[in-house]
């Protein structure tokens, strides 16, 4: 009896886990950067997950930081940033890239859903140890530009 009792709240515990962690197209959709000066979109390209700038509020209208004098006149909106990111199964998108206009530089990086309308991004050098995380907010459908 006691053993047929501790297999149920082993299945039990273990259906409630699996539903804890979200699908991998939950990291999609339109996001707010921590400045509110931009707007990304990340979306799904076979099986990878990419993000491109759909607005934004800076002085720049092109990337003129980049580091290749033939870039520096393209749109910074339309721009991908997001490149390579794959879901892992546990919350977290890795082994992707982030493009930072404002430096010119890209860093690796990966993205964890903290909370529906909450996403980390770590960009980093080397390891992830040696890095800057920004807080990206889920913009609701039909809100304006801040």
């Not at 886990?17 to 076979?46: C, F, M, N």
């Not at 991908?80 to 992707?96: E, K, M, P, Q």
Request: charged residues 20%; positive net charge.
């Amino acid at each position: 009896m006691k053993a047929l009792f501790l297999l149920l709240v082993v299945l039990i515990a273990g259906r409630s886990t699996q539903h804890t962690q979200p699908p991998a197209e939950a990291v999609t959709g339109e996001w707010l950067s921590p400045r509110k000066d931009s707007r990304i979109t990340i979306y799904r390209q076979g099986d990878q997950y990419l993000g491109k700038i759909v607005w934004g509020t800076g002085t720049a209208t092109t990337d003129q930081n980049n580091p290749d004098p033939g870039l520096r006149s393209r749109n910074l909106i339309g721009l991908v940033i997001l490149n390579g990111f794959v879901y892992d199964g546990r919350s977290t998108w890795a082994n992707g890239t982030i493009y930072d206009p404002r430096e010119g530089k890209t860093y690796s990086c990966k993205m964890t859903l903290t909370t529906p309308n909450s996403l980390s991004i770590r960009g980093y050098v080397g390891v992830s140890l040696f890095g800057r995380t920004e807080v990206w907010s889920r913009v609701t459908p039909g809100r304006p530009n801040p």
